[in-house]
């Protein structure tokens, strides 16, 4: 059984420890910062000595080896404690510094192998449910070691505070530091039921759905204005209904239960269309307007694997049109 990361990068330590004064002084400069460093963390040569697996003395020694290539005195030894100086502390902070990024380094490469680890997905509640969590199984099983943790809502997260590492949204992107990746384009459609039309009559020109009852979108950005093109010139109309909600699958829903005419990315009502329980309406006077669909992360060398294999994994599976 493998043992789990923290265990075996305790290992790898021990084993640099293990050595004797002689090889760590001319073994690679890492081993001597990792051993300087666990010296002050002792705070006694005797301390670093358990830590290490070697001697006190053998400790000592290896220090004066590293202050002899110096050139300077790192530390001042008393019978009671030991002193950094002034250029002790410059070189235990460099230390620091370096074994963090060797860390980082390795971990980054180990990740290049098996990615691992939780990555918390953020996506919005229809294209979430109806376009991501179907290819989840999938990603489970090329990628057994990472914990997905999925939230679909239609509230925007802040990807860059840290409340996701991948958040999926539609339409124009606002400025910030994010890397994004285009996954697709939602294209928008006019649909009604066929028992609804049979009813309320079919809508001819986009005048005429002043007669009907237009369902919408709740958002604060959402107005009931919905936009239409004749003879080359776009143009817009405002229309009216008694239901509103939050997502285009609710919506779809309404609509197909017979309750009116509304405007959706198409994505989430294809499925309906298909089997017929919806028809699209006024297709001639569509603009053709889309919705651009966004993976957006934060990017940059330091990038966790698994949010790179989860975004090329998403930009393969859905980088095409959704609707």
């Given at each position: 059984?493998?043992?789990?990361?923290?265990?075996?990068?305790?290992l790898?330590?021990?084993?640099?420890?293990?050595?004797?004064?002689?090889?760590i002084?001319?073994?690679?400069?890492?081993?001597?910062l990792?051993?300087?460093?666990?010296v002050?963390d002792?705070?006694?040569?005797?301390?670093?000595?358990?830590?290490?697996?070697?001697?006190?003395?053998?400790?000592?020694?290896?220090?004066?080896?590293?202050?002899?290539?110096l050139?300077?005195?790192l530390?001042?030894?008393?019978?009671?404690?030991?002193?950094?100086?002034?250029?002790g502390q410059?070189?235990?902070?460099?230390?620091?510094?370096?074994?963090?990024?060797?860390?980082?380094?390795?971990?980054?490469i180990?990740?290049?192998?098996?990615?691992?680890?939780?990555?918390?997905?953020s996506?919005?509640?229809?294209?979430?449910?109806?376009?991501?969590?179907?290819?989840?199984?999938?990603?489970?099983?090329?990628?057994?070691h990472?914990?997905?943790?999925?939230?679909?809502?239609?509230?925007?997260?802040?990807?860059?505070?840290?409340?996701?590492?991948?958040?999926?949204?539609?339409?124009?992107?606002?400025?910030?530091g994010?890397?994004?990746?285009?996954?697709?384009?939602?294209r928008?459609?006019?649909?009604?039921?066929?028992d609804?039309?049979?009813?309320?009559?079919t809508?001819?020109?986009?005048?005429d759905?002043?007669?009907?009852?237009?369902?919408?979108?709740n958002?604060?950005?959402?107005?009931?204005?919905w936009?239409?093109?004749?003879?080359g010139?776009?143009f817009?109309?405002?229309?009216?209904?008694?239901?509103?909600?939050?997502?285009?699958?609710?919506?779809?829903?309404?609509?197909?239960?017979?309750v009116?005419?509304?405007?959706?990315?198409?994505?989430s009502?294809?499925s309906?269309?298909t089997?017929?329980?919806?028809?699209?309406?006024?297709?001639?006077?569509?603009?053709?307007?889309?919705?651009?669909?966004h993976?957006?992360?934060?990017?940059?060398?330091?990038?966790?694997?698994?949010?790179?294999?989860?975004?090329?994994?998403l930009?393969?599976?859905?980088?095409?049109?959704?609707?």
């Open positions: 059984m493998e043992a789990p990361p923290r265990v075996q990068k305790r790898r330590a021990q084993r640099i420890y293990a050595l004797d004064a002689k090889t002084a001319n073994e690679d400069r890492a081993r001597s990792a051993l300087f460093a666990s002050v002792g705070g006694s040569f005797s301390a670093a000595s358990r830590t290490v697996g070697l001697t006190p003395s053998a400790v000592a020694r290896a220090v004066d080896r590293i202050e002899a290539r050139g300077v005195r530390l001042l030894r008393s019978t009671r404690a030991l002193t950094l100086t002034a250029e410059a070189y235990l902070l460099a230390a620091r510094r370096i074994l963090a990024d060797l860390d980082d380094a390795e971990q980054q180990a990740d290049q192998g098996a990615p691992r680890g939780r990555l918390r997905v996506a919005a509640l229809s294209h979430g449910r109806l376009c991501v969590v179907p290819l989840l199984g999938d990603f489970a099983h090329a990628y057994p990472i914990l997905t943790d999925v939230a679909l809502t239609d509230t925007l997260v802040d990807v860059a505070a840290g409340q996701a590492d991948v958040a999926i949204r539609f339409g124009p992107l606002a400025d910030s994010l890397t994004a990746r285009k996954l697709g384009e939602s928008r459609v006019i649909v009604a039921a066929p609804y039309l049979a009813r309320a009559g809508p001819q020109v986009p005048e759905l002043h007669a009907h009852n237009c369902l919408n979108f958002f604060r950005r959402a107005e009931p204005i936009p239409f093109r004749r003879d010139r776009d817009s109309l405002s229309v009216e209904g008694n239901i509103v909600a939050n997502n285009g699958e609710t919506l779809g829903q309404l609509a197909a239960a017979g009116g005419v509304t405007r959706v990315g198409r994505f009502v294809v309906e269309i089997d017929g329980r919806l028809v699209p309406l006024l297709e001639d006077y569509n603009p053709g307007d889309v919705e651009v669909i993976a957006v992360f934060v990017g940059g060398s330091t990038t966790p694997a698994r949010v790179r294999v989860f975004v090329d994994f930009v393969e599976r859905l980088g095409s049109p959704v609707g």
